[in-house]
Nanobody, 121 residues
Framework: QVEVVESGGGLVQPGGTLKLSCVVR????????MAWYRQAPGNQLELIAE???????SLGDFVKGRSIISGDTTQRSMDFEINNLETEDTSRYYC???????????????WGQGTQVTVAS
């Protein structure tokens, strides 16, 4: 079994800061990539932050300059902090993990249930 657990969503005022955390647990051999996506109603799924096993990170253009990625795939955790939140950031945020399970070589992707972020006065 593999479980992806997200936390940190909620209601935030415009201009505020929010930190999202993701932890993956279970019978895991290696984590290759951890990422955050978001999807608002009627919109496509967007990749917003990514951390790979080499420590390299990447951010979506719409959060560059106002967000920070931290974490370690060997620790199976990733945090994502967004500053200067805008109403357009209102969305459901999902953690995505690309990994191999114990005793296997094939890579599989797992998703968390998502956490709602609402930016409003």
């Amino acid at each position: 079994q593999v479980e992806v657990v997200e936390s940190g969503g909620g209601l935030v005022q415009p201009g505020g800061t929010l930190k999202l955390s993701c932890v993956v647990r279970g019978d895991i051999s290696e984590v290759f990539v951890m990422a955050w996506y978001r999807q608002a109603p009627g919109n496509q799924l967007e990749l917003i932050a990514e951390l790979n096993r080499n420590g390299a990170t990447s951010l979506g253009d719409f959060v560059k300059g106002r967000s920070i990625i931290s974490g370690d795939t060997t620790q199976r955790s990733m945090d994502f902090e967004i500053n200067n939140l805008e109403t357009e950031d209102t969305s459901r945020y999902y953690c995505n993990v690309h990994l191999t399970r114990t005793g296997t070589k094939s890579r599989t992707t797992y998703w968390g249930q998502g956490t709602q972020v609402t930016v409003a006065s």
